[in-house]
């Protein structure tokens, strides 16, 4: 009975403790994982090039705040962007759709209300398109999906619809804020030649991609990228194997 009750006792302490220390593992392994490419088939996330090029796009605005906050830097460092606006922002801000474009920037459309179901999908993206072509005369030619969300019947549509399906090869998780330092790191670690890398410029918030946005041009031109919009990207492919986004 002794034996039995010291080692109930011993297990009640020790059990809990085990959980504990396995929480903090997987916590630790889980603020530690860095963006892996997702292969994603019949779009565009990156293409094959041994030159060092990276796309920069931004999604979600334009926002009043923070849109020509990254406007400024971009014009400051001469860098060519790509903003993934969604249509009902566009529409109340067609003054910031009008200075990417005439700042040299490419508008891509990112839905008109940001449904991640996408259940009017058609209907959103020549909504979208329809803004951003009242405001700027330019119509949008890439499309991202809310969230990265990829279903083979929309990515159907989209393709019937003449827009190309585009994703990113570079998560910033500048959503998440980490913090300017964290969004620095995880593009530095991870960017490679060809890659398209996604930030933020509204839907929340976006101070902290604001504050890394110089370091992190500064920090890719000193490894020997330089920026390019994804019109430019897509004709740079020098692979022999089919993309299968065109
Ligand atoms: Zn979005």
Redesign the pocket.
């Known amino acids: 009975m002794r034996i039995l009750y010291f080692s109930l006792r011993r297990g009640a302490i020790v059990v809990p403790f085990v959980f504990i220390i396995i929480g903090i593992i997987l916590y630790l392994i889980s603020c530690r994982s860095e963006p892996t490419l997702i292969r994603t088939p019949g779009t565009f996330y990156m293409v094959h090039t041994q030159n060092k090029v990276v796309s920069l796009t931004f999604?979600?605005g334009p926002d009043p705040l923070f849109t020509p906050q990254v406007l400024d830097i971009l014009k400051e460092e001469n860098v060519k962007a790509t903003f993934?606006v969604?249509g009902k922002a566009a529409e109340a801000n067609p003054a910031i759709l009008q200075r990417i474009i005439g700042e040299g920037h490419v508008i891509g459309n990112?839905s008109y209300t940001?449904d991640y179901r996408q259940r009017t999908l058609a209907t959103e993206i020549a909504k979208t398109d329809q803004v951003v072509f009242a405001a700027t005369h330019a119509h949008t030619h890439f499309y991202r999906p809310?969230?990265g969300i990829v279903a083979k019947a929309q990515l159907e549509i989209v393709k019937t619809n003449g827009h190309i399906f585009t994703l990113w090869s570079l998560d910033s998780r500048d959503w998440v804020n980490p913090g300017p330092t964290q969004i620095l790191r995880t593009v530095v670690d991870n960017v490679f030649p060809g890659s398209i890398i996604l930030l933020h410029d509204g839907?929340d918030r976006r101070g902290q991609t604001i504050a890394a946005l110089p370091t992190i041009i500064t920090r890719l031109r000193s490894m020997g990228y330089s920026f390019v919009s994804l019109e430019e990207l897509r004709h740079m492919d020098n692979s022999s194997i089919p993309t299968g986004w065109e």
Do not use: A, K, L, V
């Open positions: 999604d979600d993934f969604i990112h940001h809310p969230g839907g």
